[in-house]
């Protein structure tokens, strides 16, 4: 059986701790060869997946380096049966032509949940209390503490919004209670007061939130959801975090509500596309604390995700059903109910 993985290019000796990786390739070159399966590893899916169409059986590719299986793509590969999501969140996939061409979408559902809790309430610190201006003059030989000072807030009486109040969400929630903030949170799945947060339905969340915060997938209902028209609702000088999906906010709408001062800054580490293009509006956009796609791939977050790999193309190979938490596209269905949500 022929395995597809992407993986971005390491170097073994200056990155040895990295799994992610075309070197370490999360130990599927001995796991799959111990199996005899063939297992090839690209680094650029544009240009190298294609020629591995016609015949391969996997495909494997994680969010933060994502191989875009698209219809197109699907419709050339007869004997795709698996894409396998190295993470969480497999918006990277067409979902509804795996599922009309029967092909199981399956991800490792949890395996960076605290992983991305933790560095989107890195976020929300480091655009609250000024970091980044700060860390720029410590590094440029800079004192000029008025401009530092001069946005610089306290998180504390601070009402945070959390879109989106899963796994992540919760998580999240629970991180800044000991904060003394006023936590609000909208779910469709979730519509009632949990975990130290209140339910307020989206508009609310939207006017009201001094930081929202997105931890939603991205579907056909959070596409550019946050666009111009949703930017411009926030509370003039609030503060938005994503570390879910780049394609949810508007890129040049958000960037024109920085520059405009009607938002007092963006942070987040998800773009579109990924891996984004060096003219990407958002590298050069002020107020922002963007950083590569990285927040759920700790090193203890990627050791869950080569044990959930692994676990999938055991269970897929030796014809046992795959964990149902980690099922996003199965027999011709939509299972996971987060995709499903109108």
């Given at each position: 059986?022929?395995?597809?993985?992407?993986?971005?290019?390491?170097?073994?000796?200056?990155?040895?701790?990295?799994?992610?990786?075309?070197?370490?390739?999360?130990?599927?070159?001995?796991?799959?060869?111990?199996?005899g399966?063939?297992?090839?590893?690209i680094?650029?899916?544009?240009?190298?997946?294609?020629?591995?169409?016609?015949?391969?059986?996997?495909?494997?590719?994680?969010?933060?380096?994502?191989?875009?299986?698209?219809?197109?793509?699907?419709?050339?590969?007869?004997?795709?049966?698996?894409?396998?999501?190295?993470?969480?969140?497999?918006?990277?996939?067409?979902?509804?032509?795996?599922?009309?061409?029967?092909?199981?979408?399956?991800?490792?559902?949890?395996?960076?949940?605290?992983?991305?809790?933790?560095?989107?309430?890195?976020?929300?610190?480091?655009?609250?209390?000024?970091?980044?201006?700060?860390?720029?003059q410590?590094?440029?030989?800079?004192?000029d503490?008025?401009?530092?000072g001069?946005?610089?807030?306290?998180?504390e009486?601070?009402?945070?919004?959390?879109?989106?109040?899963?796994?992540?969400?919760?998580l999240?929630?629970?991180?800044?209670?000991?904060?003394?903030?006023?936590?609000?949170?909208?779910?469709?799945?979730?519509?009632k007061?949990?975990?130290?947060?209140?339910?307020?339905?989206?508009?609310e969340l939207?006017?009201?939130?001094?930081?929202?915060?997105?931890?939603a997938?991205l579907?056909?209902?959070?596409?550019?959801?946050?666009?111009?028209?949703?930017?411009?609702?926030?509370?003039?000088?609030?503060?938005?975090?994503?570390?879910?999906?780049?394609?949810?906010?508007?890129?040049?709408?958000?960037?024109?509500?920085?520059?405009?001062?009607?938002?007092?800054g963006?942070?987040?580490?998800?773009?579109?596309?990924?891996?984004?293009?060096?003219?990407?509006?958002?590298?050069?956009?002020?107020?922002?604390?963007?950083?590569?796609?990285?927040?759920?791939?700790?090193?203890?977050?990627?050791?869950?995700i080569?044990?959930?790999?692994?676990d999938?193309?055991?269970?897929?190979?030796?014809?046992?059903p795959?964990?149902t938490?980690?099922?996003?596209?199965?027999g011709?269905?939509?299972?996971?109910?987060?995709?499903?949500?109108?």
């Amino acid at each position: 059986m022929k395995i597809v993985a992407l993986f971005p290019e390491s170097d073994a000796i200056k990155n040895e701790n990295q799994l992610l990786s075309t070197k370490k390739a999360l130990g599927l070159q001995s796991f799959l060869a111990n199996r005899g399966h063939e297992l090839i590893i690209i680094s650029d899916a544009e240009t190298q997946l294609d020629s591995h169409l016609e015949d391969m059986s996997v495909v494997i590719s994680s969010p933060f380096y994502p191989a875009y299986i698209t219809k197109e793509r699907i419709e050339k590969a007869p004997n795709l049966k698996l894409a396998i999501t190295a993470g969480v969140g497999s918006d990277h996939v067409d979902l509804d032509a795996a599922r009309e061409n029967n092909i199981s979408v399956v991800e490792v559902t949890g395996s960076n949940i605290v992983s991305v809790a933790e560095h989107a309430v890195m976020d929300i610190l480091i655009l609250l209390r000024n970091f980044l201006e700060g860390h720029r003059q410590a590094v440029e030989g800079e004192w000029d503490l008025p401009k530092v000072g001069n946005h610089a807030h306290d998180l504390e009486g601070k009402t945070v919004g959390i879109f989106g109040f899963g796994r992540i969400g919760q998580l999240v929630s629970q991180r800044l209670q000991p904060f003394n903030v006023k936590i609000q949170h909208f779910d469709p799945l979730n519509q009632k007061d949990l975990k130290g947060s209140q339910y307020v339905p989206f508009e609310e969340l939207v006017k009201t939130s001094d930081v929202i915060t997105i931890h939603a997938p991205l579907t056909k209902q959070t596409d550019n959801l946050f666009d111009r028209d949703l930017l411009s609702k926030m509370k003039t000088g609030s503060y938005l975090v994503n570390t879910a999906r780049g394609k949810i906010v508007d890129t040049n709408a958000l960037k024109e509500l920085i520059e405009n001062g009607h938002l007092a800054g963006y942070a987040g580490d998800v773009w579109y596309p990924q891996p984004a293009p060096k003219n990407h509006p958002w590298r050069t956009m002020p107020k922002q604390g963007m950083t590569v796609h990285y927040s759920g791939m700790t090193l203890e977050a990627q050791r869950r995700i080569e044990e959930g790999v692994k676990d999938i193309l055991t269970r897929f190979f030796e014809n046992r059903p795959f964990q149902t938490k980690d099922v996003i596209v199965e027999g011709g269905k939509i299972a996971s109910s987060s995709y499903r949500v109108k």
